[in-house]
């Protein structure tokens, strides 16, 4: 009794295993190729419950799975030459899915990173093309979209090839490499001077202007001033010529000792000078006479000397 039930669970554990072996599970993010003795004999992409050959060690049926989803790899630090002969530095990624097992497993034999390998290749290449074609100034403009289209159309060709399909490329990075960036830098402060001493010298220029406005306007008003202090200074004069000469008019006299006192004043004002005069000279005639009488005496002397310092 006891071997027959030994016998029993022995059989039983041995169909077990053999279902367990016939049986695989492919889940929503995975995709199966069943390969028998190096042949593909079927491809699962739906998830589910599936059957094939038990005993895989015997190299009868193996289950190879791959991803069905969306994968990415990057691709960074990479110097590439514009078409003015300047240097950048890149980071691109790439968005791709495993869309044919098929070829996918006939090309790189499932693998992942056989296939980005190749991938990665065609983008350094693609990268250093698309940048070739273009100036310095495309990468940082918005020739940057069609620029990843067009490295995009350009890995799917190969892609196709391995059972892939690109989903998206992007331009992550471009930077300026160290020396173009110390370059750029220079022509940018070069610029920048440029236009400081240009907008410098519109100062100067303007400024000249304005002073050149002001000196003009200045001199116009000093003319103007001394235009009208001549007119003035000159009805002051006719004024008083014409006061002097009506004063003169009411009393002759009078004016001649006002125009005598008036000779003193300015003659004999402390300027340190001495005047020979004869005593009968007109000059004096108002000290000897208050009416301005001549001298008579003729024993008076030849000449006299008047000191000019008094008032």
């Known amino acids: 009794m006891s071997n027959r039930l030994a016998y029993g669970l022995i ?10 072996s016939s049986v695989f599970v492919v889940n929503e993010r995975q995709q199966a190729v069943v390969v028998r003795f190096g042949q593909i004999q079927a491809v699962h992409s739906e998830p589910g419950l599936y059957f094939k050959l038990p005993f895989a060690f015997a190299d009868a049926d193996r289950v190879q799975y791959v991803e069905d989803q969306a994968l990415r790899f990057d ?8 078409s003015g002969g300047k240097f950048y530095e890149v980071d691109a990624f790439v968005v791709y899915k495993i869309t044919d097992p098929r070829r996918f497993r006939e090309t790189v034999s499932g693998d ?5 390998s190749r991938l990665r290749t065609r983008l350094d290449a693609s990268l250093r093309r698309v940048y070739g074609l273009r100036g310095f100034e495309s990468a940082l403009s918005d020739a940057r979209a069609s620029m990843m289209q067009e490295v995009r159309d350009d890995l799917r060709v190969d892609a196709e090839s391995l059972g892939v399909t690109i989903s998206d490329v992007r331009i992550r ?13 220079e022509r940018m402060k070069a610029e920048r001077l440029a236009e400081a001493e240009l907008i410098r010298a519109r100062g100067n220029e303007e400024g000249q202007r304005r002073r050149a406005i002001a000196d ?9 001033a001394q235009r009208d202090s001549e007119i003035l200074r000159g009805q002051g004069d006719a004024e008083r010529n014409r006061v002097f000469a009506e004063a003169f008019g009411r009393d002759e006299a009078f004016f001649e000792f006002y125009r005598s006192m008036r000779a003193y004043n300015g003659a004999l004002s402390g300027t340190g000078s001495t005047m020979v005069l004869s005593p009968d000279s007109d000059f004096f005639r ?5 009416q301005g009488a001549a001298p ?11 000191p000019a310092t008094g008032n």
């Open 112 to 116: 992942r990173e056989s296939a980005e």
């Open 75 to 82: 691709l960074d630090n990479i110097r590439v030459q514009v």
């Open 216 to 224: 003009r306007q200045v001199v116009e008003l000093q003319a103007e």
């Open 173 to 185: 990075r471009t930077d300026l490499t160290q020396e173009v960036s110390q370059q750029t830098f």
């Open 296 to 306: 008579t005496s003729p024993s008076a002397p030849a000449a006299s000397a008047v």
């Open 11 to 20: 059989g039983l554990a041995a169909v077990l295993l053999l279902v367990y």
């Open 286 to 290: 108002f000290f000897n006479d208050a």
